[in-house]
Structure formats: structure tokens, C-alpha cells
């Protein structure tokens, strides 16, 4: 009679170690209880998505503020769908957000003890489990084709019971040992499946660190656990690390709470303690019809992380962001601390929300523009040029032209208690500054005649301006500044403020502000402008009165 054992062997003739060798090739780790290990796994299958940025930051905050582990491993065995060099890219981008593992893969090397990292190369480890599991009857080859297995699914749907590779469906399961070793040495292809003992019809209780307590049927599917190519599936290589890895908590995305049983079912074949999950919600959007959904990679161009970076967000205003779907007391914690240190805020996965956040362009903004404003003007002068050396190079050569001159634009109203929130994000920021420069500024004019308010004729503004050109005098502070505009105003026949104005629209040609606008849009061509009175400032007297000659003359 053929044995389980012969039938291991006969699979792995190689295999010479045991599970109890690999205990101790990766024993415990040396920590408190208190002390968390994660990981963020991800697969190097495209670009960092936002719900992955999501998922590692709590993998890393949750390490970091238990004074644990927090480390990364690639899993690739989906070969098909690797994208070549996506793995290192997505390290890459975890750094620009200040994600950085302690241990792991960390793109072109690997650091720790736990290793390797990349499953691809895990493949002996899973060959000595899988063998375990062959020895003890608790794992099968598979020899069905993807024709048969299509039989058996259609057969299932007609009868309207659940598909899949479970109990009597499971021809493979009845295959006697002789049988299985007759048709491994013919040479037939086949897969390993894992022997499930369980019954659909019954639960198990399960706690997640976010949902709570809750009870999910058992599973009751002889999953393939071995591929044909030797890599193995999500679920076995899933419970092999992180048993091995010593991985504490299992943070991931809420899709994977429907495969939990088979998760479960073989730790507990393996008899190896289960890590503690915690599931996060998915990151949602409304869309047209006003309908929640997830983000989709193929729809939203936000689902990316790139999508942020390329428009220039500071990577503190996306994370900032992302902690507020993560804790709902974060919000008022943030505007406490005045949008600072936000390290030092203690999460906690009871806050966390179970319904899929919707993502909110309008929060990230917010929280851009405070942190932009926050900024001193060489961090921002270190920032646009790293941001536009990658994906803006018109900004790129106009700022490297004249670092200095970029700082003094840059800093009005930056040094101050509450600096004024200019700016929103660094994607756009040429066209917000341009008007600065002499030469944009002359060639913007060429392109687009100034458009003045409809209500003034060119008489009347050439008279504001002519009279602004002479008499204005920007040595004063702001205070004297805008008086003396005020005064100028009143000898022409403007109200010195607009509530005057209102009170008597027949006496006065206009107001003050009507005037201050007159001289925004000759100086920087908008009605929008960071404040008059700092851009003359930096403009200095030659050009802004050029500028006005050149509506003079016109
Ligand atoms: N590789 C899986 C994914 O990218 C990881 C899931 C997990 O964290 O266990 O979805």
C-alpha cells in the first residue's frame, strides 16, 4: 500500500528539511507583547494605489507607536500579472510619504532576519509546509484540467448550489495513493490542493480589530495551495510568512475578510496561532449618479499616488488626510495641534470607521494649503524645485533662474502668525506666479488684453492709474499705503469705503476696492492676487509703473 509519506516524497524528492527546522531558522522575535510586528505585501502589479498608501501607513503607524516591526514583503507569485520594476516603485513612493520599513524588502536589497522577502524566493520554505501537509493526508495532488474544473462549475450552476472545489465535487480528494502515484509518474500535470475539514453549514467566531466579534461560515473549499508553476497561492504563501515572519498583526484591505475561514482553517491545521487581522474599510467615491463606490484604478485618476504627486500635494497634506479616514477624533486632534506633529497622535483602530470612507478632494486641499502655508520660504524654494525638476520643467527653469527672487514671491505673508494660504498645491503654480516675471508678464498681455470691470470706461481707469502712477507711494507701510490709495481715490471722486458707497451710489463714481482692482488686474492681470500691496513690493517701483505706461499707452 502507497503511503501519504511516499506520495510527499515522491512530489519532494529535494525537500530534506522539516517545519520544525524552520521554527528554528526563524524563531521568536525577541519583543514585549506590547511591541506590534506588521507588514504591508504588496503585490508588484502597477502603480501605489491610494487604498495601499492607506493600508501601509497604519501598518507603519501601528509598528512605530508600539515601538515594533514594521517591515515589507513583495508578493509576486501572480507572475502574470508582475509589471516589471513596480516593486521598487512602490518603495519609492512609500519613502516620498515617509513610509520607510525597518526591515524587508526595501526595493533593490533586503534587510532582517525573516527572509527573503520577495515570495519568488520563498519557494523552498513553502515546499517543506506543503510537504508537512502531503505527509499528513492533509494536502493532495490535483490532476483536473481547467476543462474538467469548467464541468464542474457549470454542473454547479445548474443546480443552483455553491461552485467550487469542495467535498464530493472534489474528484481529486477520492483518488486512492496508488492512484495519485501512477499519474505522477506518467507525468500528468496537477496542482496541490489543501484537504479542507470543514463544513460550510457551520461557523466559526472571528475578531477583527476593527469589526469587532463576528461569525463567517467555515470554509469548506479544497483551495489549490500549490500552483503548477511551484509558486504558491495568496492564502498558503499568507499564512507561511506571516507564521514565519512572526508577524503580530495583519492589517489589510476589507476585501480579504471573505477568504478569513481558509485563512483560519490552516493555521489551524498547521497548529500555529493565528495573528490578530484587523480589515480597513475601502476608500469610496460618489459617483455621477451620487452612488458610493470604490476608487477604481481604472476610473479615478485619484485611486493612484502618482495622480497626487504629479500635482504637487505635499506628501504631509495626503497622509494628514488619510489619518482622518483612519480615526475619526484625528480631525479636531490635528486642528488642535494646529496641524503640526501629527506623529505624536495616538491611533487606535476602535476609531476607525466601518462604512468606506468617501474620499474628499475638498479636505485634501484644506489640508494642503495649511501645510503649504506653514512652510518657510526656502523649504518651499526646496520643494518647487524637486517637485518641478520631475514634472514641470517650465517652472523648473523659471524658478532656477532666480532662486532669490522666487523666495521673496513666495514669502508674502508667509512669515507671520497666520500666513496667508496662497497656495494650494505646486501643480499650477507657474501660471499663479508667472505674472511676477517681466518678460511672462509682457508676453501674457500680448496674448490677453487686460479685462477691467464693464462699469468703468478706459477714460476713467487711465485716470485712476495716471493718478495711482504719481502720487502712490509704496515706502509707506501697508496701513499708509492703502490710505494714501484711499485719498487718491477720494480726489477723484471715489467712496473711501464700500459701505460709503452703497449708502450713496449716485455721489461717487465707485470705491476704493473698485480702484485697488483697477490695480491688480494692470499689475498682475487677474482679479486674484497674493496681497497688492507686497506684490508692488517685490515688483518694485520701475516695473509696476512700467506696467501701468503700458495701459497708458495703449
Ligand atoms: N498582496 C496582497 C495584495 O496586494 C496583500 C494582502 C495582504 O496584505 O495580506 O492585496
Redesign the pocket.
Known amino acids: 500500500m502507497v503511503t501519504d509519506k511516499e506520495i510527499a516524497e515522491l512530489i519532494f524528492p529535494e525537500v530534506k528539511e522539516t517545519i520544525e527546522d524552520l521554527e528554528k531558522r526563524y524563531p521568536q522575535r525577541n519583543l514585549s507583547s506590547f511591541q506590534e510586528v506588521t507588514r504591508f505585501?504588496?503585490?508588484p502589479t502597477g502603480f501605489l494605489h491610494t487604498g495601499s498608501l492607506f493600508t501601509s501607513l497604519i501598518c507603519h503607524k501601528v509598528a512605530k507607536d508600539s515601538n515594533g516591526i514594521f517591515y515589507v514583503r513583495l508578493?509576486d507569485t501572480d507572475t502574470k500579472r508582475e509589471i516589471e520594476g513596480s516593486g521598487a516603485e512602490l518603495l519609492n513612493q512609500l519613502k516620498l510619504f515617509g513610509i520607510e520599513p525597518s526591515e524587508g524588502y526595501l526595493g533593490d536589497h533586503e534587510i532582517g532576519n525573516y527572509g527573503p522577502y520577495i515570495q519568488s524566493n520563498r519557494a523552498d520554505i513553502y515546499k517543506v509546509v506543503i510537504k508537512h501537509l502531503l505527509e499528513q493526508g492533509k494536502a493532495y495532488p490535483c490532476f483536473c484540467s481547467s476543462q474538467a474544473l469548467d464541468e464542474i462549475r457549470a454542473k454547479q450552476e445548474k443546480a443552483k448550489i455553491i461552485p467550487g472545489y469542495y467535498g464530493p465535487f472534489a474528484k481529486c480528494r477520492y483518488l486512492t495513493n496508488e492512484e495519485k502515484k501512477e499519474r505522477i509518474i506518467n507525468g500528468e500535470p496537477y496542482v496541490i490542493r489543501f484537504k479542507s475539514s470543514g463544513n460550510h453549514l457551520r461557523k466559526i467566531k472571528v475578531h477583527d480589530l476593527v469589526h469587532g466579534d463576528f461569525e463567517i461560515a467555515q470554509n469548506d473549499m479544497d483551495i489549490v495551495i500549490l500552483k503548477s508553476d511551484g509558486l504558491p497561492t495568496?492564502h498558503f504563501a499568507?499564512a507561511c510568512d506571516d507564521h514565519f515572519m512572526r508577524t503580530t498583526t495583519?492589517i489589510?484591505?476589507e476585501e480579504?475578510i471573505a477568504s478569513l475561514p481558509i485563512h483560519i482553517e490552516l493555521f489551524e491545521t498547521l497548529g500555529w496561532k493565528a495573528p490578530n487581522y484587523a480589515h480597513l474599510p475601502v476608500i469610496m467615491k460618489l459617483d455621477e449618479s451620487g452612488h458610493k463606490r470604490k476608487l477604481s484604478k481604472r476610473l479615478d485618476s485619484e485611486a493612484a499616488v502618482s495622480y497626487f504627486l504629479k500635482d504637487g500635494y505635499p506628501s504631509e497634506a495626503l497622509i494628514m488626510y488619510l489619518m482622518t479616514i483612519a480615526n475619526s477624533n484625528f480631525e479636531e486632534w490635528i486642528f488642535e495641534h494646529k496641524f503640526e506633529h501629527m506623529e505624536e497622535f495616538n491611533f487606535s483602530f476602535n476609531k476607525m470607521s466601518l462604512e468606506g470612507a468617501l474620499f474628499d478632494m475638498g479636505k485634501l486641499n484644506f489640508f494642503s494649503k495649511e501645510i503649504l502655508s506653514k512652510k518657510s520660504k526656502e523649504e518651499m524654494l526646496d520643494m518647487v524645485l524637486t517637485y518641478s525638476k520631475t514634472y514641470d520643467q517650465k517652472l523648473y527653469d523659471l524658478v532656477s533662474s532666480n532662486p532669490d527672487y522666487f523666495k521673496e514671491i513666495i514669502n508674502i505673508e508667509r512669515e507671520k502668525e497666520n500666513p496667508r494660504k496662497d497656495y494650494e498645491k505646486l501643480g499650477g503654480l507657474y501660471d499663479l506666479i508667472s505674472f511676477f516675471y517681466k518678460d511672462l508678464y509682457d508676453q501674457k498681455l500680448k496674448e490677453q488684453p487686460l479685462e477691467y470691470n464693464p462699469k468703468f470706461s478706459k477714460d476713467d481707469i487711465k485716470e485712476v492709474l495716471k493718478a495711482l502712477k504719481d502720487k502712490l507711494d509704496t515706502s509707506l507701510d501697508e496701513q499708509g499705503w492703502f490710505n494714501n490709495m484711499k485719498e487718491i481715490g477720494i480726489s477723484l471722486g471715489y467712496a473711501s469705503s464700500g459701505k460709503d458707497y452703497k449708502a450713496n451710489p449716485e455721489a461717487y463714481k465707485g470705491s476704493v476696492s473698485d480702484i485697488a482692482e483697477m490695480l491688480r488686474i494692470t499689475l498682475t492681470g487677474k482679479k486674484n492676487s497674493p496681497n497688492l500691496y507686497y506684490v508692488m513690493k517685490v515688483l518694485k517701483t520701475d516695473e509696476w509703473k512700467r506696467r501701468i505706461d503700458l495701459v497708458l499707452n495703449s
Do not use: I, K, T
Open positions: 505585501a504588496p503585490s508578493e495568496y499568507h495583519v489589510r484591505g480579504w
